[in-house]
Nanobody, 124 residues
Framework: QVQLVQSGGGLVQAGGSLRLSCAAS????????MGWFRQVPGKEREFAAA???????NYADSVQGRFTISRDNAENTVYLQMNYLKPEDTAVYYC??????????????????WGQGTQVTVSS
């Protein structure tokens, strides 16, 4: 049984930092592209960042230069370091795992497994 268990998140002031973690089990973690998506009420889930099994990273324009995705294959964990947070970063953040790559890794439907979601709130 595949599980993605998220931790981190919470409330932070604008300009602050948070780190999200996502621990995977039940899959061969090193084979999977890992992604982070975010969602606000009434909107579709939005791509934020992804990292391939090789460690290549890709970011949405809205977070480029502020967020850093990384992975530890020995610990089966993916991280999202979020710096210089803005109120518009407020959302529920989800990690995801998929056997995908290239342009498709920005598409939520290309991921097979999802974490439970964690709230990130940035106050102005």
């Amino acid at each position: 049984q595949v599980q993605l268990v998220q931790s981190g998140g919470g409330l932070v002031q604008a300009g602050g930092s948070l780190r999200l973690s996502c621990a995977a089990s039940g899959l061969t973690f090193s084979r999977y592209t890992m992604g982070w998506f975010r969602q606000v009420p009434g909107k579709e889930r939005e791509f934020a960042a992804a990292i391939s099994w090789r460690g290549s990273a890709n970011y949405a324009d809205s977070v480029q230069g502020r967020f850093t995705i990384s992975r530890d294959n020995a610990e089966n964990t993916v991280y999202l370091q979020m710096n210089y947070l803005k109120p518009e970063d407020t959302a529920v953040y989800y990690c995801a795992a998929g056997l995908t790559g290239g342009p498709a890794w920005v598409v939520a439907e290309r991921y097979d497994y999802w974490g439970q979601g964690t709230q990130v709130t940035v106050s102005s």
